[in-house]
């Protein structure tokens, strides 16, 4: 196990911002922690990485508590903060070497990282210019190479892909994918779409806590009370009503006259039992389908927005 956070809490005056938080990533995944504005995410995140204690709880990175190992710990994480703060003044390479020195890396040794780091970011285009000269897609890149730096086992990465234009977001998330392949990841956004193309299992915090903890591919199913919607459209214009007499349907919406979305809390497949009854009633169907709440909707029903 990478990191197990068990039971932490914090609180800023009379705010808890984070409210008993217990999760653990295992070696090898990539977590999306998404959540409102003031969820607690990035406060949970200087949390793991020793920039903030904990107000109570604890929290384990592999095998070792982060209270009584914190120089070993932060060997192990590599860290790329919300605001990516970096020396606007400063070339990438000599800024690069700054950060390896920070981690005692020196010589050869150094050098080979940080000709890795900047191979592995795509930076060789842009070497020879400083920092502040850098677009913000490039600038995120750098944060992403200091991160990566002194080869942690663990990439702590808040909101990586933040006010970036559509191309340079999907630079940077082909770009954690791939070091995904080789490091544990747990990065925070707000963007829905890059949790779905990039993530194996998703954490959601509100209010300071964790309302769910899914893989991507099942968290469509994790809102508030699971509901199933069926779309079935007709060659006639029946009484809405008539869906009524199937006992497992709790809402009919009429989409026009000859359309409908049956909802019902079932977890099974409930096609068949529609099909069956339309025939019996009747009615002709056109097309009859399964319609999947999207990520935005289980998002919103989960953070009460």
């Not at 009379?14 to 504005?37: D, H, K, R, Y």
């Not at 903060?81 to 390479?93: A, D, Q, T």
């Not at 209010?207 to 006639?236: C, P």
């Not at 009429?254 to 409908?260: I, S, Y």
């Amino acid at each position: 196990m990478s990191i197990a956070v068990k039971e932490i809490s914090k609180q800023y005056g009379t705010q808890l911002a984070v409210n008993n938080v217990s999760f653990t990533v295992s070696t090898g995944e990539i977590v999306g922690f998404i959540g409102p504005n003031g969820a607690g995410k990035s406060t949970t995140m200087k949390m793991i990485t020793g920039t903030l204690s904990p107000d109570s709880g604890s929290i384990i990175i592999n095998d070792l508590s982060a209270l009584e190992h914190q120089q070993e710990i932060r060997r192990l994480i590599g860290y790329l903060p919300e605001n990516n703060p970096l020396y606007p003044e400063m070339y990438i390479r000599e800024y690069l070497s700054y950060v390896a020195g920070l981690y005692r890396l020196k010589g050869k040794v150094a050098r080979e990282r940080i000709s890795r780091v900047i191979e592995m970011t795509a930076l060789s285009s842009e070497i020879n210019k400083r920092i502040g000269a850098l677009s913000k897609g490039y600038r995120q890149r750098v944060g992403l190479a200091q991160a990566l730096i002194h080869d942690p086992e663990i990439l702590i990465l808040d909101e990586p892909t933040s006010g970036l234009d559509p191309n340079q977001l999907m630079e940077i998330r082909n770009l954690v994918s791939n070091i995904g392949k080789e490091k544990t990841v747990l990065l925070s956004t707000h963007i829905l779409q890059e949790v779905e193309a990039i993530c194996d299992r998703v954490l959601v915090i509100n209010k300071g806590l964790i309302v769910a903890d899914a893989y991507a591919d099942r968290l469509k199913e994790s809102g508030m009370g699971y509901t199933q919607t069926i779309h079935i459209e007709l060659d006639s214009s029946p009484d809405p009503k008539i869906w009524q007499s199937l006992k497992f349907i709790s809402h009919v919406k009429p989409l026009g006259e000859k359309q409908f979305l049956l909802e019902t809390p079932e977890i099974r497949d409930v096609r068949g039992d529609i099909f069956n009854f339309a025939v019996n009633q009747g009615l002709t169907i056109l097309s009859l389908s399964l319609k999947k709440k999207s990520l935005e909707e289980v998002f919103r029903e989960l953070t009460n927005q």
